[in-house]
């Protein structure tokens, strides 16, 4: 039996073939453990570059380096069978060329085996994108609020919530379809701009602080299970594992100063002689 007729996983092919169709389900994932959970529900993981926050105490995305994302990307492909497997590409790694960004996507591709890169940016981004894609690298866009640039934002804030902003944005998206990225991620722009872009690209636009009418939609795995405290309005908790972390550690250290914990059903007798 051919190895190719064994893969299962999902494609950047089968996440295009889903325009207008079945929403979308995607998280990110950074860990084995939690990728693996993940696994079980999502279509695509994205491996973000949002670890610098959430995984390294970063104050934004800038410092996250190249071998930060394969590094992590490696674990999150360990861990996963099904869905598709996103890495994104830091900053740094690709404006400076399009054979920079070549360089750095060929290797986080053959470093990690995920299925595709993710890079931010739009028009700009364009040509880089279409570089790739005619390469054989799989592109995912990125428009709206790149945390990349945030320097030049002036921070985390929502793009497009003035008319006038509205012809750049959607530039920009049209810029990356028309480019061969295979989706887009939709981030923190105003409701109605999110629909009109999503109507108007010809691939899946995915949510996050965007619309329900998107084609999917994705949360920072960490940002809706409470484990990240404050979180931006677009998130919803749909739990509350740090009260249950510190619930349990709390515990724990109790036992420790009580001297409950190891019981005897936790430590290691002499073997017979």
Not at 30 to 44: L, S, W
Not at 236 to 247: D, I, Q, S
Request: with cysteine; hydrophobic share 45%.
């Amino acid at each position: 039996m051919s190895v190719h007729s064994l893969i299962k996983r999902r494609t950047a092919q089968d996440i295009q073939a889903r325009k207008s169709g079945e929403p979308i389900v995607s998280l990110t994932a950074y860990t084995a453990a939690m990728a693996g959970i993940v696994d079980e529900v999502a279509d695509f993981i994205l491996v973000g570059d949002s670890l610098g926050m959430v995984v390294y105490g970063l104050d934004s995305t800038v410092p996250v380096t190249l071998e930060m994302m394969i590094l992590h990307g490696q674990a999150v492909m360990r861990a996963t069978r099904q869905a598709l497997i996103v890495v994104d590409m830091p900053f740094g790694s690709y404006e400076e060329s399009r054979e920079q960004a070549l360089r750095s996507a060929a290797r986080i591709l053959k470093e990690t085996g995920c299925g595709a890169v993710k890079l931010e940016g739009g028009a700009r981004m364009a040509d880089t994108i279409r570089f790739l894609v005619e390469r054989g690298v799989p592109v995912m866009g990125h428009v709206g609020l790149t945390p990349q640039a945030v320097n030049t934002l002036g921070g985390f804030k929502a793009q497009g919530r003035s008319k006038v902003e509205w012809p750049a944005i959607l530039a920009d998206a049209e810029a990356v379809a028309q480019a061969g990225a295979f989706a887009m991620v939709v981030e923190a722009v105003a409701e109605p701009l999110a629909v009109q872009i999503t109507e108007g690209v010809a691939i899946p636009t995915i949510g996050i602080g965007a619309s329900m009418a998107c084609d999917g939609q994705i949360l920072v795995l960490d940002d809706m299970l409470g484990l990240t405290g404050r979180v931006p309005k677009f998130v919803k908790t749909y739990g509350n594992l740090a009260a249950e972390v510190r619930r349990a550690v709390s515990t724990y250290a109790e036992e420790v100063k009580a001297r409950r914990f190891p019981g005897q059903e936790h430590v290691y007798a002499l073997k017979a002689e």
